[in-house]
């Protein structure tokens, strides 16, 4: 009896330090999303094994890189705020998640998805391989609505939002990116999510760094080679703040500018090219008396029909867009406005969620009621719409996305800075520019006003850059000071104070929390010879100020300001 006791002991020991024992670890994607919106989505180190209490306050091991270890890796690093497991003789099932717990009713509680999948086991048994996504979202049972199978995975025909969640839109627009930064298998989809994400108004990290994986992709993408393709390009770069004719593989507005035959863009027996030509322009420095741009309203004009429409519901809201853009109010925009709402079918919805969603556009532009609730109708669980293929959910889910905030593209793209106008100055700021001949001439107000969206341009800019530079900077501080031995609750009220500290500058779109830190992008020297207390003392946010003010100043002197002209003033 001894015997057989002694060799249980020899194989339960041998299956503890089997538990217990280093494996290999995997690289995986973890997603978690609450009832509030996204709480993390970054990429996590999963260890072979690891040892969880469950909500008993009993220790059990996990091992094959189960996914509980992966909460356990994001609740050490700060991801989310902790969790509880329960232990139910047969399986552990997952009950909260940074506070959010299930139901008593189990109506909403954490559903796992394992690679857009469905899991059907447990959170202790659903086991994690390199390159997974690990899917954590807290909503009703998926059985309660029909499962059907799409080019994306299943879509979750559960009960009906009463509005339109945004947060869920751009998450799944997220989730459906390619390595690359770009979106779908079709060569247009990555400039309407572009534009989708400048309307976006959350403050979802992985928007931010989806936006900056995009734009890193726009720069580089030279597969254009029409007239549309060069202008919804344009309208994509100014939708994230770039500039369309210098930031990219060609200048796009220079492209746009060469099919203008005196009358009309591209092809004479077409207006679209026209319509979308004028939005890349009117944003580019060109206003509505330019005679380019009056010539190209004058031939869209000739396009309308006798029921108000300029070739059905998406062109005429279209042609709305535009001509609310240039604050064109006249006789075609209300017969234009007319023929729209004549096709509503009924509240939102005008034949197809396409053609809807340029509809409320329209209609937003005009400042007239959009009623977005049918297109919040068909949005599913994972928040894209519901269409038969994935690249066709991320078309239409991208072009909803800015219709239910009711933002029209004018209201979307930003205005950049003429390339016909140049400036030169003399010493510093002053307010003069060249004539070529060697005399300075007053600088008129309309070159002024030039000068200064020059300068917000820059700032807009320069935004996501020092975004991710404070990211990383805080997630450098709440490493140093957890190796320093700082408690964890200490160390995230520490960088919550430090956040509230700098109001002056709006950081929104990055969390330390879900920017992975590069070692080589920032320096070690820095870092030591700065003190993590700095930036919020008097000195740092002078410091702070200082160097913001410099840079604008450098922006808007092109350089120039010496201290040998400092001196003259001076003197």
């Given amino acids: 009896m001894m015997k057989i006791f002694s060799i249980g002991l020899l194989v339960v020991a041998g299956c503890m330090f089997a538990g217990i024992s280093h494996g290999a670890s995997v690289n995986v994607t973890l997603l978690v999303a609450g009832p509030g919106g996204l709480m993390t989505n970054t990429a996590v180190a999963v260890p072979d094994s690891c040892s969880v209490e469950d909500s008993a306050g009993v220790a059990h091991v996990f091992g094959g890189n189960s996914s509980v270890c992966a909460l356990r890796v994001a609740a050490e690093g700060g991801l989310i705020s902790g969790f509880e497991i329960t232990d139910w003789g047969f399986g552990f099932s997952l009950d909260s998640i940074g506070g959010v717990s299930n139901e008593p009713d189990w109506s909403e509680f954490w559903i796992i998805w394992k690679n857009g999948t469905l899991s059907d086991l447990g959170i202790d048994l659903t086991t994690l391989a390199n390159g997974d996504e690990l899917s954590l979202e807290f909503g009703p049972w998926p059985g309660d609505g029909a499962v059907v199978e799409t080019g994306g995975g299943p879509v979750v025909a559960g009960p009906l939002p009463a509005t339109f969640n945004q947060e869920q839109a751009a998450l799944f627009l997220v989730l459906n990116q390619n390595e690359d930064g770009s979106f779908g298998s079709l060569p247009f989809l990555s400039d309407w999510v572009a534009i989708a994400f400048g309307a976006y108004e959350g403050q979802s990290a992985s928007v931010a760094n989806a936006k900056n994986a995009l ?232 070159e002024i006003q030039f000068r200064v969206d020059a300068v917000a341009f820059e700032v807009e800019a320069l935004k996501p850059q020092v975004a991710l530079l404070r990211a990383e900077y805080l997630a450098r501080l709440e490493a140093q000071s957890l190796a320093a031995g700082g408690e964890k609750k200490q160390v995230q009220e520490y960088v919550a104070t430090a956040t509230a500290a700098e109001p002056s500058l709006d950081f929104q779109d990055v969390s330390p929390s879900t920017v992975r830190f590069d070692e080589a992008s920032f320096s070690a020297d820095v870092a030591g010879a700065v003190s993590p207390r700095f930036f919020q003392s008097p000195g740092g946010l002078i410091a702070m100020a200082v160097g913001l003010g410099m840079l604008i100043f450098l922006i808007l002197g092109k350089g120039r300001f010496t201290f040998a002209a400092f001196l003259r003033r001076a003197a």
């Fill in 215 to 446: 734009a890193g992709f726009l720069k580089e993408d030279a597969t254009l080679d029409s007239l549309t393709d060069y202008e919804r390009r344009a309208m994509a770069l100014l939708a994230l703040g770039m500039d369309p004719r210098n930031e990219g593989p060609v200048d796009v507005i220079a492209k746009i500018e060469e099919q203008f035959d005196g009358v009309q863009f591209g092809s004479p027996s077409a207006a679209n090219d026209d319509i979308f030509a004028l939005f890349s322009l009117l944003k580019s420095g060109y206003a509505r008396e330019d005679e380019m741009i009056k010539k190209s309203f004058e031939f869209v004009r000739s396009f309308q029909a006798e029921d108000g429409s300029f070739g059905g519901v998406d062109m005429t809201a279209a042609v709305i867009q535009a001509f609310a853009l240039a604050g064109m109010e006249d006789e075609s925009v209300s017969r234009a406005r007319a023929y729209l709402l004549s096709r509503e079918v009924r509240p939102g919805d005008f034949g197809n969620a396409y053609s809807s969603s340029w509809a409320l556009q329209a209609l937003s532009a005009l400042n007239d009621r959009a009623d977005a609730s049918w297109l919040a109708s068909l949005q599913e669980q994972d928040g894209g719409l519901a269409e038969e293929t994935l690249d066709n959910r991320v078309w239409i889910t991208a072009y909803a996305l800015p219709a239910v905030l009711g933002k029209a593209w004018g209201d979307i793209l930003i205005t950049a800075l003429p390339a016909a106008v140049s400036f030169e100055t003399d010493e510093g700021m002053g307010l003069s520019k060249g004539e070529g001949d060697g005399v300075s001439a007053p600088l008129t107000l309309e």
